[in-house]
């Protein structure tokens, strides 16, 4: 079936060092993706979004990268810090308008 | 903008028992969606309202789970019997249009003994 998922379960970073979140999705169809934070005892918060139509796209230190040809997809989190330590999901949209998850991948920043 | 609320936070019960979670989505939100989130995994999608309308249901477990969207706004999701697969968090989402990204409530979490 249809899944989103990822390669590495963790990621411990030192703080002020890059983060990149690694995801692949299986759905050729889908065209529109979503990276989400979701911290402890809390919903998943949007970070950043990105089209089928776009390879690269830039928020406020993350960059989401978008590789169709190996359905692939990245967060890159600029200068890491403790706030950034939760599970980060991308997730995947296709026919239907309904958002497939991936499994996570938990960020430990240390200090 | 307030966000989308659920209730209660928490709730714990026995196996056999039923329980219902309510969901109050972002003002103007025509479409909401139900997601459990078993411990260490993605959310899954469980159903999805338009207006008051399923648009899809295929992922609900039809013999135990129901959900409803009265009136087009708030929504409520309901298991009975409960089994224990389903401690998990219940979350729900909503959003502005369809083909856009989801603001998340922050979920009921479900023990059931």
């Known amino acids: 079936g249809e899944s989103v998922g990822l390669h590495l379960p963790t990621l411990s970073v030192q703080e002020g060092d890059n983060s990149i979140i690694n995801c692949a999705y299986s759905?050729?169809?889908?065209?529109?993706f979503i990276w989400y934070k979701q911290e402890s005892g809390k919903g998943p918060q949007f970070i950043i979004d990105i089209r089928s139509n776009m390879d690269k796209r830039q928020g406020q230190r993350v960059t989401v990268l978008l590789n169709k040809t190996v359905k692939h997809l990245s967060l890159q989190i600029a200068a890491t810090q403790p706030g950034d330590s939760a599970v980060y999901f991308c997730a995947e949209m296709g026919a239907g308008n309904m958002l497939t998850f991936g499994g996570g991948t938990r960020l430990m920043v240390k200090p | 903008e307030a966000g989308v609320a659920q209730s209660p936070r928490y709730k714990i019960i026995e196996k056999r028992q039923s329980v219902a979670f309510w969901c109050n989505p972002i003002s103007g939100h025509a479409t909401l969606y139900w997601y459990q989130q078993i411990l260490g995994q993605g959310p899954k999608l469980l159903i999805q309202?338009?207006?008051?309308?399923?648009?899809?249901d295929s992922q609900l477990p039809k013999d135990r789970f129901s959900a409803e969207r009265l009136k087009g706004v708030d929504s409520t999701l309901k298991i009975q019997p409960a089994k224990l697969e389903d401690s998990a968090v219940y979350l729900c989402?909503?959003?502005?249009?369809?083909?856009?990204?989801?603001?998340f409530g922050s979920g009921t979490r479900l023990t059931v003994v």
């Open positions: 989402a909503s959003s502005q249009q369809q083909g856009y990204g989801y603001t």
């Open positions: 759905n050729s169809a889908s065209d529109y």
């Open positions: 309202f338009q207006n008051n309308g399923v648009v899809d």
